[in-house]
């Protein structure tokens, strides 16, 4: 099994989401974050309540997958995130070795 974490810019996150939807991939995570980085001016000034003046909202998507599904995965985010602009985002891949339902007590990854 496999993480994929990606932090994409806040407004790419509908298109993100499609495009995973489409093809199948409906269990995911959206959380809603601020960070710092190398972003280009084509957005308007955000200005953080809650951290350093410079940070950015961005969404960061959590999906556990199937390996054989990795690159498909990469593929779809990378395609439906990109602006072209800097500060699009990062997709980080982790493995995990095992996953546990907490009400059921079952495991593996077709408790997801």
């Known amino acids: 099994m496999k993480?994929?974490?990606?932090?994409i810019r806040?407004?790419?996150v509908g298109q993100v989401y499609e495009a995973l939807k489409t093809e199948g991939y409906v269990s995911m995570t959206?959380?809603?974050?601020?960070?710092?980085?190398k972003y280009s001016n084509h957005e308007?000034?955000?200005?953080?309540?809650?951290?350093?003046g410079d940070?950015?909202?961005?969404?960061?998507?959590?999906?556990l997958i199937k390996k054989k599904d990795t690159s498909r995965?990469?593929?779809?985010?990378?395609?439906?995130a990109r602006t072209g602009y800097r500060g699009d985002g990062m997709i980080?891949?982790?493995?995990?070795?095992?996953?546990?339902?907490?009400?059921?007590?079952?495991?593996g990854f077709d408790v997801i």
């Open 92 to 107: 980080l891949i982790s493995n995990v070795e095992n996953v546990f339902k907490i009400r059921t007590d079952d495991e």
């Open 30 to 37: 959206f959380v809603e974050c601020e960070g710092t980085g």
């Open 3 to 7: 993480l994929i974490k990606a932090y």
């Open 55 to 63: 940070a950015n909202p961005v969404i960061k998507l959590e999906i």
């Open 44 to 52: 308007k000034a955000y200005i953080s309540d809650k951290f350093p």
């Open 73 to 80: 995965i990469v593929d779809l985010i990378r395609k439906s």
């Open 10 to 12: 806040y407004r790419m």
